[in-house]
């Protein structure tokens, strides 16, 4: 999990993340602010937009596929053309 949530901070847009308290991070995709969540119920990261009072967008636990979250990011547009590591769209 810990390697799929790398992932996707890895493409966030320039700036900091911020953690509104334990188990929380605010970070931008796209242009857009994204609260990343750890569940411990449900053992995941729950990935929600704004201030992060609706439905999860994402989930992504240990047995989550990283071409699902690659697929997320992407629609999000995190991955830019001049991004250090990305080739093709990709990271390399």
Do not use: C
Request: proline share 8%; hydrophobic share 40%.
């Amino acid at each position: 999990m810990a390697q799929l949530v790398g992932t996707i901070l890895w493409w966030k847009d320039s700036g900091p993340v911020r953690g509104p308290g334990p188990g929380m991070a605010w970070a931008s995709l796209g242009g857009e602010r994204y609260l990343f969540r750890y569940d411990p119920h449900a053992r995941r990261v729950e990935v929600r937009r704004g201030a992060g009072s609706g439905e999860p967008l994402l989930g992504v636990a240990d047995e989550t596929d990283a071409a699902e979250v690659m697929a997320f990011v992407a629609a999000l547009g995190g991955w830019p053309s001049d991004h250090e590591g990305v080739q093709n769209g990709h990271p390399v």
